[in-house]
Every structure is written in C-alpha cells, then in structure tokens.
C-alpha cells in the first residue's frame, strides 16, 4: 500500500478546485486511517455486533465511488463490485477469502475512474441515479461524496483508536 499524502484543500479557490480539494483531503483521511496496519487488524470488528471493519468501510467506499461516478455521473453499466441483492452489506462484511490487498487496489482503481468520469464536465452535468430515480448535478455528487467521507472518517477513527489507540489525522 502506498501512503498517501494528505494536502489541506486551498483557503481561497474556485468552487471546483474547493471541492475536488476536500474530496481529496477526506479520501486521504481515509487512506492514512489505515495505513500501517496488518490484515488482520483491518479486519477487526468495530464493536460487536457490529462488522463494521476498516477493509470494510474501504470496500465500501469503493462501492460509493463507483455508484455516484461511474454509474450515476457517467451513465456506465458498472455492477456492484461486492454486493449483491442477495447480500446488501457484502462490501462491509468481509469475508476469510478477501484480501486487503484487492481491497485497497480496487478502491484506488474507483478513486481513479471517478476522476476521469469527472474531468472535463461542468458542475451543471447531470448523471442519473436509478436507485433512486432522479437526476444529480456533478456539483451535488461531490458534495455528498464529502460528506459520506466525513461520516465514514468518523467511523474510521474510531475504530482505528480501539484497534492500537491512534487518533487525529
């Protein structure tokens, strides 16, 4: 895994530069709350019963980062990449046959693909939502791709904090 370097988004900017910089700054926040760690201890539960993991919450982010750009922005055919209908909450429930090698790589390789999905659109551009039968503008997309980083850096530190009792960052 590489580490990933964690610039705070500029003071004074246009509106996309501010919000490709915090998305940036919380998919950087995410990355360093998980870096250093061993398999096993990124498969460490929360706090039972939740399953709530750090691979997990990666995996899902993966999930999120796909939806809203490739899916949605995008308009690609791009299935989920863990869960199913069968199992809704496979991308948080990790299993003995994940690995957090696959996990890290295909959450890069979404981080990646929502880039470009992005580059060269107007804020104005619209993508579809199916599942939930609307329209979103770029502009809307990045801004709930922030703040679902947010909340999940949330959960990220915490569970960071009871796996070797780092914080911050």
């Not at 246009?14 to 910089?21: F, N, Y």
């Not at 994940?98 to 107007?122: H, K, L, P, V």
Request: aromatic share 8%; proline share 3%; glycine share 4%.
């Amino acid at each position: 895994m590489t580490t990933t370097e964690r610039r705070m988004p500029a003071t004074i900017s246009d509106e996309r530069t501010a919000l490709e910089g915090w998305l940036d700054f919380h998919r950087a926040t995410l990355a360093q709350k998980v870096a250093g760690l061993d398999e096993e201890q990124l498969r460490e539960a929360s706090v039972p019963p939740s399953t709530l993991t750090l691979m997990g919450l990666v995996r899902h982010m993966a999930e999120v980062e796909r939806s809203w750009f490739r899916r949605c922005l995008a308009r690609e055919d791009a299935p989920p990449i863990y869960y199913s209908d069968e199992d809704l909450d496979r991308d948080i429930n990790v299993t003995a046959a994940d690995s957090w090698e696959e996990a890290y790589a295909t959450w890069q390789a979404e981080i990646a693909a929502a880039r470009d999905a992005a580059r060269g659109r107007s804020l104005d551009d619209l993508g579809f939502a199916a599942h939930r039968k609307k329209e979103f503008d770029l502009r809307w997309i990045y801004l709930h791709m922030i703040e679902e980083y947010a909340r999940h850096n949330g959960h990220a530190d915490l569970i960071r904090e009871r796996i070797d009792g780092a914080t911050g960052a």
